[in-house]
Protein backbone atom coordinates (compact mmCIF):
# COMPACT_ATOMS: atom_id res chain seq x y z
CA UNK A 1 0.00 0.00 0.00
CA UNK A 2 1.47 2.77 -1.16
CA UNK A 3 -1.70 5.41 -0.91
CA UNK A 4 -4.27 6.02 2.03
CA UNK A 5 -7.65 4.84 1.00
CA UNK A 6 -8.66 7.51 2.29
CA UNK A 7 -7.48 11.08 2.88
CA UNK A 8 -6.58 11.36 6.29
CA UNK A 9 -5.38 14.69 6.82
CA UNK A 10 -7.34 17.79 6.66
CA UNK A 11 -6.28 20.83 4.52
CA UNK A 12 -4.66 22.70 7.78
CA UNK A 13 -2.23 19.65 7.90
CA UNK A 14 -4.37 18.46 11.36
CA UNK A 15 -5.57 14.78 11.41
CA UNK A 16 -9.01 14.10 11.26
CA UNK A 17 -9.52 14.35 15.19
CA UNK A 18 -8.21 17.39 14.99
CA UNK A 19 -4.70 16.50 16.64
CA UNK A 20 -1.13 17.86 15.06
CA UNK A 21 0.80 15.17 13.60
CA UNK A 22 3.06 14.57 16.75
CA UNK A 23 0.33 14.96 19.32
CA UNK A 24 -1.40 12.12 21.76
CA UNK A 25 -4.67 11.62 22.58
CA UNK A 26 -5.76 12.21 25.85
CA UNK A 27 -5.05 9.49 28.39
CA UNK A 28 -6.59 9.08 31.86
CA UNK A 29 -5.17 6.11 33.88
CA UNK A 30 -6.00 4.97 37.43
CA UNK A 31 -5.03 1.74 39.75
CA UNK A 32 -6.91 -0.09 41.94
CA UNK A 33 -9.89 -0.26 40.67
CA UNK A 34 -10.68 -3.57 41.34
CA UNK A 35 -11.23 -5.17 44.31
CA UNK A 36 -10.85 -9.04 44.39
CA UNK A 37 -7.55 -8.62 42.09
CA UNK A 38 -4.27 -8.10 43.83
CA UNK A 39 -3.15 -5.19 41.49
CA UNK A 40 -5.66 -3.63 38.51
CA UNK A 41 -5.54 -0.20 36.40
CA UNK A 42 -8.16 0.86 34.22
CA UNK A 43 -6.87 2.94 31.24
CA UNK A 44 -8.62 5.33 28.47
CA UNK A 45 -6.08 6.20 25.40
CA UNK A 46 -8.62 8.18 23.28
CA UNK A 47 -11.66 6.16 22.47
CA UNK A 48 -9.69 3.21 24.18
CA UNK A 49 -10.94 1.48 27.34
CA UNK A 50 -8.45 -1.19 28.74
CA UNK A 51 -9.01 -2.87 31.84
CA UNK A 52 -6.14 -4.65 33.71
CA UNK A 53 -5.89 -7.05 36.53
CA UNK A 54 -2.98 -8.98 38.26
CA UNK A 55 -3.00 -12.29 40.46
CA UNK A 56 0.25 -13.01 42.03
CA UNK A 57 3.18 -13.87 42.62
CA UNK A 58 1.13 -17.11 43.27
CA UNK A 59 1.60 -21.07 43.64
CA UNK A 60 1.44 -22.30 39.85
CA UNK A 61 -1.26 -24.76 38.13
CA UNK A 62 -0.13 -27.43 36.12
CA UNK A 63 3.07 -28.01 38.34
CA UNK A 64 5.18 -28.83 35.08
CA UNK A 65 5.21 -25.02 33.94
CA UNK A 66 7.17 -24.05 37.09
CA UNK A 67 10.67 -22.70 36.80
CA UNK A 68 12.74 -23.94 39.83
CA UNK A 69 14.44 -20.56 39.44
CA UNK A 70 12.18 -18.20 38.74
CA UNK A 71 8.33 -16.91 38.31
CA UNK A 72 6.74 -16.96 35.32
CA UNK A 73 4.42 -14.66 33.79
CA UNK A 74 0.97 -15.57 32.09
CA UNK A 75 -0.47 -12.75 29.60
CA UNK A 76 -4.15 -12.76 28.39
CA UNK A 77 -4.63 -10.25 26.04
CA UNK A 78 -8.26 -10.39 25.25
CA UNK A 79 -10.44 -7.59 22.91
CA UNK A 80 -14.08 -7.83 24.49
CA UNK A 81 -16.76 -9.02 21.99
CA UNK A 82 -18.70 -5.49 21.81
CA UNK A 83 -15.52 -3.43 21.63
CA UNK A 84 -14.92 -3.44 17.60
CA UNK A 85 -17.13 -2.74 14.95
CA UNK A 86 -18.43 -6.38 13.76
CA UNK A 87 -19.63 -8.19 16.92
CA UNK A 88 -16.05 -10.49 18.22
CA UNK A 89 -16.67 -14.05 18.79
CA UNK A 90 -15.44 -14.84 22.30
CA UNK A 91 -13.17 -17.54 21.38
CA UNK A 92 -9.43 -15.84 21.36
CA UNK A 93 -8.35 -15.73 17.70
CA UNK A 94 -4.55 -15.69 16.75
CA UNK A 95 -4.31 -11.76 17.00
CA UNK A 96 -5.08 -11.88 20.30
CA UNK A 97 -2.33 -15.12 20.84
CA UNK A 98 0.19 -13.28 19.10
CA UNK A 99 -0.29 -10.10 21.06
CA UNK A 100 -0.29 -12.13 24.84
CA UNK A 101 2.93 -13.52 24.04
CA UNK A 102 4.53 -10.04 22.67
CA UNK A 103 3.05 -8.52 26.04
CA UNK A 104 4.51 -11.58 28.12
CA UNK A 105 8.09 -11.22 26.62
CA UNK A 106 8.04 -7.29 26.93
CA UNK A 107 6.88 -7.15 30.79
CA UNK A 108 9.44 -10.66 31.19
CA UNK A 109 12.17 -7.88 31.18
CA UNK A 110 11.24 -5.42 33.60
CA UNK A 111 10.52 -7.99 36.08
CA UNK A 112 12.93 -9.50 39.07
CA UNK A 113 11.18 -13.00 38.00
CA UNK A 114 13.85 -14.84 40.05
CA UNK A 115 12.51 -13.36 43.62
CA UNK A 116 9.90 -16.01 42.82
CA UNK A 117 10.43 -19.06 41.56
CA UNK A 118 8.21 -21.95 40.91
CA UNK A 119 5.40 -19.38 40.60
CA UNK A 120 3.51 -17.40 38.27
CA UNK A 121 2.51 -13.44 37.79
CA UNK A 122 -0.69 -13.68 36.00
CA UNK A 123 -1.80 -10.47 33.93
CA UNK A 124 -5.57 -10.23 32.33
CA UNK A 125 -5.44 -7.56 30.35
CA UNK A 126 -9.27 -6.84 28.43
CA UNK A 127 -10.00 -4.37 25.76
CA UNK A 128 -13.30 -2.85 26.49
CA UNK A 129 -13.24 -0.68 23.59
CA UNK A 130 -11.10 -0.32 20.72
CA UNK A 131 -10.02 2.46 18.73
CA UNK A 132 -5.93 1.43 17.49
CA UNK A 133 -2.92 1.68 19.76
CA UNK A 134 -4.14 -1.33 21.77
CA UNK A 135 -1.17 -3.16 22.47
CA UNK A 136 0.70 -0.32 23.44
CA UNK A 137 -2.19 0.95 25.77
CA UNK A 138 -2.25 -2.61 27.40
CA UNK A 139 1.30 -2.92 27.70
CA UNK A 140 0.93 0.38 29.41
CA UNK A 141 -1.82 -0.90 31.86
CA UNK A 142 -0.43 -4.17 32.88
CA UNK A 143 2.95 -2.08 34.44
CA UNK A 144 0.59 0.02 36.42
CA UNK A 145 -1.34 -3.02 37.68
CA UNK A 146 1.88 -4.81 38.41
CA UNK A 147 2.93 -1.86 40.48
CA UNK A 148 -0.25 -1.86 42.12
CA UNK A 149 0.27 -4.89 42.79
CA UNK A 150 3.35 -4.48 44.98
CA UNK A 151 5.47 -6.83 42.28
CA UNK A 152 9.22 -5.95 42.39
CA UNK A 153 10.04 -3.74 39.11
CA UNK A 154 13.25 -2.40 37.37
CA UNK A 155 10.94 -0.03 35.65
CA UNK A 156 7.96 0.35 33.57
CA UNK A 157 7.15 -0.89 30.05
CA UNK A 158 5.36 1.74 28.60
CA UNK A 159 4.10 1.94 24.47
CA UNK A 160 3.17 4.01 22.08
CA UNK A 161 1.92 3.50 18.39
CA UNK A 162 3.64 6.22 15.77
CA UNK A 163 2.59 5.22 11.67
CA UNK A 164 2.53 6.92 8.39
CA UNK A 165 -0.53 8.86 6.98
CA UNK A 166 -0.36 10.72 3.85
CA UNK A 167 3.31 10.10 3.50
CA UNK A 168 3.70 11.97 7.36
CA UNK A 169 5.16 9.95 10.27
CA UNK A 170 2.34 10.55 12.72
CA UNK A 171 2.28 9.89 16.50
CA UNK A 172 -0.32 7.54 17.98
CA UNK A 173 -2.55 6.12 15.24
CA UNK A 174 -6.23 6.66 15.76
CA UNK A 175 -8.72 3.04 14.43
CA UNK A 176 -9.24 4.91 11.02
CA UNK A 177 -5.30 5.90 10.94
CA UNK A 178 -4.40 2.26 11.46
CA UNK A 179 -6.83 0.84 8.96
CA UNK A 180 -6.38 3.04 6.17
CA UNK A 181 -3.02 4.59 6.58
CA UNK A 182 0.18 3.17 5.25
CA UNK A 183 1.87 1.92 8.01
CA UNK A 184 1.69 1.17 11.84
CA UNK A 185 4.65 0.85 14.49
CA UNK A 186 4.40 0.06 17.64
CA UNK A 187 6.79 0.61 20.12
CA UNK A 188 7.33 -0.06 24.16
CA UNK A 189 10.05 0.49 26.41
CA UNK A 190 11.92 0.71 29.63
CA UNK A 191 11.99 4.57 29.32
CA UNK A 192 14.36 5.18 32.24
CA UNK A 193 16.81 2.44 31.09
CA UNK A 194 16.51 3.25 26.89
CA UNK A 195 15.97 -0.97 26.67
CA UNK A 196 13.33 -0.96 23.87
CA UNK A 197 10.81 -4.17 24.66
CA UNK A 198 8.34 -4.16 21.76
CA UNK A 199 8.77 -2.96 18.34
CA UNK A 200 7.12 -4.21 15.10
CA UNK A 201 5.27 -2.49 12.39
CA UNK A 202 3.62 -3.19 9.08
CA UNK A 203 3.47 -1.33 5.60
CA UNK A 204 5.97 1.01 4.04
CA UNK A 205 9.13 2.95 5.65
CA UNK A 206 11.77 4.31 4.41
CA UNK A 207 14.75 3.51 6.89
CA UNK A 208 14.54 7.33 7.50
CA UNK A 209 11.20 7.18 8.18
CA UNK A 210 11.81 4.20 10.54
CA UNK A 211 14.60 6.29 12.29
CA UNK A 212 12.27 9.02 12.69
CA UNK A 213 9.30 6.89 13.51
CA UNK A 214 11.43 5.46 16.44
CA UNK A 215 12.83 8.51 17.73
CA UNK A 216 9.37 9.93 17.91
CA UNK A 217 8.04 7.24 19.58
CA UNK A 218 10.05 7.54 22.16
CA UNK A 219 9.51 10.90 22.80
CA UNK A 220 5.56 10.38 23.29
CA UNK A 221 6.96 7.71 25.46
CA UNK A 222 8.26 9.78 27.87
CA UNK A 223 5.24 11.88 28.03
CA UNK A 224 2.94 8.88 28.95
CA UNK A 225 6.08 7.57 31.56
CA UNK A 226 5.02 10.84 33.46
CA UNK A 227 1.74 9.64 33.56
CA UNK A 228 2.58 6.32 34.58
CA UNK A 229 4.20 7.29 37.79
CA UNK A 230 1.37 9.61 38.95
CA UNK A 231 -1.17 7.00 38.24
CA UNK A 232 0.64 4.63 40.33
CA UNK A 233 1.64 7.48 43.51
CA UNK A 234 -1.70 8.64 43.19
CA UNK A 235 -3.22 5.74 45.54
CA UNK A 236 0.04 6.62 47.58
CA UNK A 237 -1.05 10.21 47.83
CA UNK A 238 -4.61 9.78 48.98
CA UNK A 239 -3.91 7.76 51.02
CA UNK A 240 -1.35 10.27 52.60
CA UNK A 241 -3.38 13.14 52.41
CA UNK A 242 -6.46 10.40 54.33
CA UNK A 243 -3.76 10.18 57.21
CA UNK A 244 -2.49 14.18 57.48
CA UNK A 245 -6.34 14.67 57.91
CA UNK A 246 -6.95 12.21 60.83
CA UNK A 247 -3.91 13.83 62.09
CA UNK A 248 -5.59 17.54 61.59
CA UNK A 249 -8.76 16.12 63.59
CA UNK A 250 -6.90 14.89 66.32
CA UNK A 251 -5.46 18.18 67.04
CA UNK B 1 -7.23 -30.61 52.90
CA UNK B 2 -5.83 -27.20 50.90
CA UNK B 3 -5.66 -24.10 52.87
CA UNK B 4 -8.47 -22.74 50.43
CA UNK B 5 -10.53 -25.41 51.03
CA UNK B 6 -10.29 -24.58 55.20
CA UNK B 7 -10.71 -20.89 54.43
CA UNK B 8 -14.03 -21.82 52.82
CA UNK B 9 -14.86 -24.06 55.71
CA UNK B 10 -14.32 -21.28 58.64
CA UNK B 11 -15.82 -18.93 56.21
CA UNK B 12 -19.34 -20.97 55.93
CA UNK B 13 -19.16 -21.54 59.80
CA UNK B 14 -18.96 -17.47 60.41
CA UNK B 15 -21.38 -16.42 57.97
CA UNK B 16 -23.72 -19.02 59.61
CA UNK B 17 -23.18 -18.18 63.20
CA UNK B 18 -23.72 -14.67 62.05
CA UNK B 19 -26.81 -15.30 60.28
CA UNK B 20 -28.44 -17.82 63.33
CA UNK B 21 -28.60 -13.83 65.03
CA UNK B 22 -30.10 -12.67 61.95
CA UNK B 23 -26.72 -10.68 61.03
CA UNK B 24 -24.90 -10.42 58.15
CA UNK B 25 -21.57 -9.53 57.52
CA UNK B 26 -22.02 -6.12 55.97
CA UNK B 27 -24.61 -5.19 58.35
CA UNK B 28 -27.28 -5.16 56.07
CA UNK B 29 -30.97 -7.22 56.89
CA UNK B 30 -32.02 -9.89 55.61
CA UNK B 31 -33.62 -8.51 52.56
CA UNK B 32 -31.56 -5.28 51.89
CA UNK B 33 -29.91 -4.93 48.99
CA UNK B 34 -26.62 -3.00 48.26
CA UNK B 35 -26.18 -0.29 46.86
CA UNK B 36 -26.17 -0.22 43.14
CA UNK B 37 -24.88 2.04 40.30
CA UNK B 38 -25.84 2.05 36.53
CA UNK B 39 -23.81 4.05 33.89
CA UNK B 40 -25.60 3.77 30.78
CA UNK B 41 -23.48 4.08 27.33
CA UNK B 42 -20.40 3.44 28.13
CA UNK B 43 -18.51 1.88 24.91
CA UNK B 44 -18.47 3.66 21.62
CA UNK B 45 -18.28 0.55 19.73
CA UNK B 46 -21.34 -1.13 21.01
CA UNK B 47 -24.65 -0.16 19.99
CA UNK B 48 -25.50 -0.44 24.00
CA UNK B 49 -24.36 -1.03 27.00
CA UNK B 50 -24.17 -0.12 30.96
CA UNK B 51 -21.51 -0.26 33.74
CA UNK B 52 -23.09 -2.31 36.83
CA UNK B 53 -21.66 -1.66 40.45
CA UNK B 54 -23.74 -3.65 42.90
CA UNK B 55 -22.01 -4.06 46.09
CA UNK B 56 -18.60 -4.69 45.57
CA UNK B 57 -19.58 -6.32 42.19
CA UNK B 58 -18.59 -4.92 38.74
CA UNK B 59 -20.15 -5.85 35.50
CA UNK B 60 -20.19 -5.14 32.02
CA UNK B 61 -22.71 -5.37 29.81
CA UNK B 62 -22.50 -4.60 26.03
CA UNK B 63 -25.17 -5.08 22.90
CA UNK B 64 -24.06 -6.08 19.41
CA UNK B 65 -26.44 -5.74 16.59
CA UNK B 66 -25.94 -7.44 13.16
CA UNK B 67 -28.12 -8.60 10.46
CA UNK B 68 -28.60 -11.82 9.85
CA UNK B 69 -30.86 -14.69 8.79
CA UNK B 70 -33.65 -15.81 10.91
CA UNK B 71 -34.12 -19.15 12.64
CA UNK B 72 -35.99 -21.69 10.39
CA UNK B 73 -38.94 -22.72 13.01
CA UNK B 74 -38.70 -18.69 14.01
CA UNK B 75 -38.45 -17.10 10.18
CA UNK B 76 -40.45 -13.40 11.67
CA UNK B 77 -38.13 -13.42 14.73
CA UNK B 78 -35.52 -11.08 15.61
CA UNK B 79 -32.81 -13.30 17.23
CA UNK B 80 -31.55 -12.76 21.24
CA UNK B 81 -28.52 -14.30 22.77
CA UNK B 82 -26.88 -13.76 25.93
CA UNK B 83 -22.97 -14.65 26.98
CA UNK B 84 -21.37 -14.67 29.90
CA UNK B 85 -17.73 -13.70 30.48
CA UNK B 86 -16.66 -14.83 34.36
CA UNK B 87 -13.32 -13.34 33.37
CA UNK B 88 -10.53 -14.37 34.92
CA UNK B 89 -9.74 -10.27 36.02
CA UNK B 90 -12.83 -11.03 38.55
CA UNK B 91 -11.68 -13.29 41.32
CA UNK B 92 -7.91 -15.16 41.80
CA UNK B 93 -10.53 -18.30 41.06
CA UNK B 94 -12.17 -17.42 37.96
CA UNK B 95 -10.21 -19.24 34.97
CA UNK B 96 -9.28 -18.31 31.68
CA UNK B 97 -10.87 -20.58 29.14
CA UNK B 98 -14.23 -21.09 27.08
CA UNK B 99 -17.44 -20.57 29.43
CA UNK B 100 -17.93 -23.58 32.40
CA UNK B 101 -20.86 -24.59 33.63
CA UNK B 102 -21.04 -21.78 35.83
CA UNK B 103 -20.85 -18.77 33.32
CA UNK B 104 -23.48 -21.04 31.05
CA UNK B 105 -25.98 -21.04 33.41
CA UNK B 106 -25.38 -16.90 34.21
CA UNK B 107 -26.35 -16.68 30.57
CA UNK B 108 -28.67 -19.28 30.12
CA UNK B 109 -30.58 -17.14 33.46
CA UNK B 110 -30.20 -13.78 32.32
CA UNK B 111 -31.31 -14.80 28.41
CA UNK B 112 -34.70 -16.85 30.00
CA UNK B 113 -35.34 -13.77 31.72
CA UNK B 114 -35.29 -11.26 28.90
CA UNK B 115 -36.79 -13.83 26.52
CA UNK B 116 -39.40 -15.16 28.45
CA UNK B 117 -40.70 -11.67 29.50
CA UNK B 118 -41.77 -10.78 25.76
CA UNK B 119 -40.41 -7.03 26.28
CA UNK B 120 -38.47 -7.21 23.09
CA UNK B 121 -41.19 -7.36 20.70
CA UNK B 122 -39.22 -10.15 17.83
CA UNK B 123 -41.91 -9.67 15.59
CA UNK B 124 -41.52 -5.82 14.89
CA UNK B 125 -40.72 -4.82 11.48
CA UNK B 126 -37.76 -2.99 13.14
CA UNK B 127 -36.38 -6.33 13.96
CA UNK B 128 -37.86 -8.68 11.66
CA UNK B 129 -36.55 -6.46 8.47
CA UNK B 130 -37.49 -9.07 5.72
CA UNK B 131 -39.76 -11.76 6.94
CA UNK B 132 -38.02 -15.06 6.60
CA UNK B 133 -34.75 -13.58 5.30
CA UNK B 134 -32.82 -10.55 6.83
CA UNK B 135 -33.71 -10.27 10.78
CA UNK B 136 -31.67 -8.22 13.61
CA UNK B 137 -29.38 -10.76 15.51
CA UNK B 138 -29.13 -8.91 18.77
CA UNK B 139 -25.67 -10.47 20.82
CA UNK B 140 -25.70 -9.17 24.66
CA UNK B 141 -22.49 -10.33 26.06
CA UNK B 142 -21.58 -9.80 29.73
CA UNK B 143 -18.58 -9.36 31.43
CA UNK B 144 -17.67 -10.08 34.69
CA UNK B 145 -14.97 -7.64 36.27
CA UNK B 146 -15.53 -7.88 39.76
CA UNK B 147 -16.49 -10.76 41.59
CA UNK B 148 -18.47 -9.78 44.40
CA UNK B 149 -21.38 -11.71 44.76
CA UNK B 150 -24.58 -11.82 43.48
CA UNK B 151 -23.14 -11.73 39.89
CA UNK B 152 -26.98 -12.97 38.60
CA UNK B 153 -29.09 -10.14 39.59
CA UNK B 154 -25.93 -7.71 38.14
CA UNK B 155 -25.62 -9.23 35.22
CA UNK B 156 -29.04 -9.39 34.63
CA UNK B 157 -29.54 -5.65 35.49
CA UNK B 158 -26.96 -4.76 33.40
CA UNK B 159 -28.06 -6.61 30.34
CA UNK B 160 -31.33 -5.16 30.19
CA UNK B 161 -29.64 -1.46 30.95
CA UNK B 162 -27.69 -2.23 27.53
CA UNK B 163 -30.78 -2.98 25.75
CA UNK B 164 -32.27 -0.22 27.70
CA UNK B 165 -29.96 2.39 25.76
CA UNK B 166 -29.53 0.18 22.61
CA UNK B 167 -29.73 2.21 19.62
CA UNK B 168 -30.47 0.09 16.04
CA UNK B 169 -29.39 1.50 12.70
CA UNK B 170 -32.44 2.16 10.31
CA UNK B 171 -32.56 0.30 7.03
CA UNK B 172 -34.13 0.94 3.25
CA UNK B 173 -35.25 -1.88 1.81
CA UNK B 174 -35.37 -2.23 -1.75
CA UNK B 175 -38.31 -2.85 -3.67
CA UNK B 176 -38.29 -6.82 -4.25
CA UNK B 177 -37.48 -7.51 -0.56
CA UNK B 178 -34.02 -8.67 -1.44
CA UNK B 179 -31.63 -5.92 -0.75
CA UNK B 180 -31.25 -3.91 2.78
CA UNK B 181 -29.19 -0.63 3.20
CA UNK B 182 -28.14 0.23 6.14
CA UNK B 183 -27.98 4.26 7.35
CA UNK B 184 -26.07 6.21 9.41
CA UNK B 185 -29.05 7.18 11.02
CA UNK B 186 -30.25 5.17 14.36
CA UNK B 187 -33.40 4.59 16.18
CA UNK B 188 -34.18 3.14 20.14
CA UNK B 189 -35.24 -0.74 19.88
CA UNK B 190 -37.97 -1.39 20.28
CA UNK B 191 -39.00 -2.46 23.78
CA UNK B 192 -42.21 -3.03 26.34
CA UNK B 193 -41.32 -2.73 29.82
CA UNK B 194 -38.93 -4.18 31.41
CA UNK B 195 -37.96 -7.11 33.75
CA UNK B 196 -35.88 -7.30 36.85
CA UNK B 197 -33.91 -10.81 38.19
CA UNK B 198 -34.05 -10.88 42.00
CA UNK B 199 -31.67 -14.06 43.59
CA UNK B 200 -32.10 -15.43 47.14
CA UNK B 201 -29.47 -17.45 48.72
CA UNK B 202 -29.76 -20.06 51.27
CA UNK B 203 -26.76 -20.47 53.87
CA UNK B 204 -27.68 -23.34 56.51
CA UNK B 205 -31.38 -22.40 57.34
CA UNK B 206 -31.35 -18.60 56.70
CA UNK B 207 -32.31 -17.20 53.18
CA UNK B 208 -31.03 -13.33 52.52
CA UNK B 209 -31.82 -11.05 49.41
CA UNK B 210 -28.61 -10.50 47.31
CA UNK B 211 -25.56 -12.31 48.70
CA UNK B 212 -22.70 -10.88 49.13
CA UNK B 213 -19.31 -12.59 48.18
CA UNK B 214 -18.67 -14.70 51.43
CA UNK B 215 -22.58 -15.68 51.68
CA UNK B 216 -22.50 -16.26 47.73
CA UNK B 217 -19.47 -19.07 48.80
CA UNK B 218 -21.09 -20.59 51.76
CA UNK B 219 -25.29 -20.90 49.73
CA UNK B 220 -26.73 -24.40 49.96
CA UNK B 221 -29.20 -23.49 47.63
CA UNK B 222 -29.86 -20.25 45.50
CA UNK B 223 -33.20 -19.32 43.76
CA UNK B 224 -33.76 -16.18 41.52
CA UNK B 225 -36.58 -15.05 40.19
CA UNK B 226 -37.55 -12.60 37.12
CA UNK B 227 -40.33 -10.70 37.10
CA UNK B 228 -41.24 -7.84 34.92
CA UNK B 229 -42.90 -4.52 35.53
CA UNK B 230 -46.37 -6.03 34.95
CA UNK B 231 -45.26 -8.22 37.87
CA UNK B 232 -45.67 -11.47 35.99
CA UNK B 233 -43.10 -13.86 37.26
CA UNK B 234 -41.42 -14.92 33.77
CA UNK B 235 -38.59 -17.19 34.63
CA UNK B 236 -37.27 -18.56 38.03
CA UNK B 237 -34.29 -20.71 38.69
CA UNK B 238 -32.83 -22.83 41.78
CA UNK B 239 -29.36 -23.69 42.21
CA UNK B 240 -26.85 -25.45 44.11
CA UNK B 241 -27.25 -28.74 46.16
CA UNK B 242 -29.15 -27.14 48.97
CA UNK B 243 -33.02 -27.52 49.12
CA UNK B 244 -36.28 -25.34 49.75
CA UNK B 245 -39.83 -26.16 50.83
CA UNK B 246 -42.72 -25.20 49.41
CA UNK B 247 -43.21 -22.62 51.93
CA UNK B 248 -39.97 -20.99 51.71
CA UNK B 249 -40.51 -21.12 47.75
CA UNK B 250 -44.37 -19.30 48.50
CA UNK B 251 -42.60 -16.81 50.69
CA UNK B 252 -39.54 -16.08 48.41
CA UNK B 253 -42.20 -15.14 45.46
CA UNK B 254 -44.02 -12.41 47.62
CA UNK B 255 -40.71 -11.30 48.81
CA UNK B 256 -39.70 -11.13 45.45
CA UNK B 257 -42.71 -8.89 43.77
CA UNK B 258 -41.92 -6.42 46.79
CA UNK B 259 -38.45 -5.82 46.14
CA UNK B 260 -38.40 -5.34 42.17
CA UNK B 261 -39.96 -1.58 41.97
CA UNK B 262 -36.38 0.06 42.84
CA UNK B 263 -34.46 -2.41 40.11
CA UNK B 264 -37.36 -1.48 37.40
CA UNK B 265 -36.74 2.27 37.92
CA UNK B 266 -33.49 1.48 37.58
CA UNK B 267 -33.24 0.33 33.93
CA UNK B 268 -35.92 2.92 32.81
CA UNK B 269 -33.44 5.52 34.23
CA UNK B 270 -31.20 4.27 31.32
CA UNK B 271 -33.24 4.84 28.63
CA UNK B 272 -34.28 8.35 29.12
CA UNK B 273 -30.93 9.30 27.93
CA UNK B 274 -30.00 7.84 25.33
CA UNK B 275 -28.01 10.32 23.99
CA UNK B 276 -26.62 10.58 27.41
CA UNK B 277 -22.68 10.05 28.19
CA UNK B 278 -21.99 11.24 24.65
CA UNK B 279 -18.21 11.03 25.72
CA UNK B 280 -18.90 7.29 26.23
CA UNK B 281 -17.13 7.89 29.58
CA UNK B 282 -17.22 6.18 32.95
CA UNK B 283 -14.80 6.01 35.98
CA UNK B 284 -14.05 2.98 38.54
Known amino acids: MTQDKTSLLLDDGRRLDGRELHEIRPITMKSSVLDRADGSCYLTWGNNKIICAVYGPRELHPKHLAKPDRAIVRVEYRLATFSVNERKSPAPRRREYELSKLIKESLDSVLFLEKFPNGTIDVYITVLDADGGTRCAALTAASIALADAGIPMKGFVTGCAVGKVADKMVVDLSDV ?21 LFQCDGEFTTDEVKEGLSLAIRAIGEVYKMQKDAVLAKYTQIEESIDDLGEEEE | ?67 GTPFPD ?24 PPGPRAVELA ?103 PNLLEDRGKDARFSLAITDKGIICSMQKGESGVFTEEE ?13 PLLEKIEECSQFPEMNEMYHFDF
Open chain 1, 177 to 197: EDKDGQGDMPVAMNYNTGEIT
Open chain 2, 108 to 210: RVVDRGIRESKIIPMKDPKLCVIPGKKVWILFIDVYILDDGGNLFDAAALGAMAALANTRLKKVVIDEDLEEVTLLDEKEPLPRKGSVACLTFAKVNNTIVYD
Open chain 2, 1 to 67: MRSEAIVGVLEKQYVTKLLEKGKRSDGRNLLDCRPIQIIPNVIKKAEGSAMVKWGDTVILAGVKAQL
Open chain 2, 249 to 261: FVTLLDKGSSLVA
Open chain 2, 74 to 97: TPNDGVITVNAEISPISSPTNESG
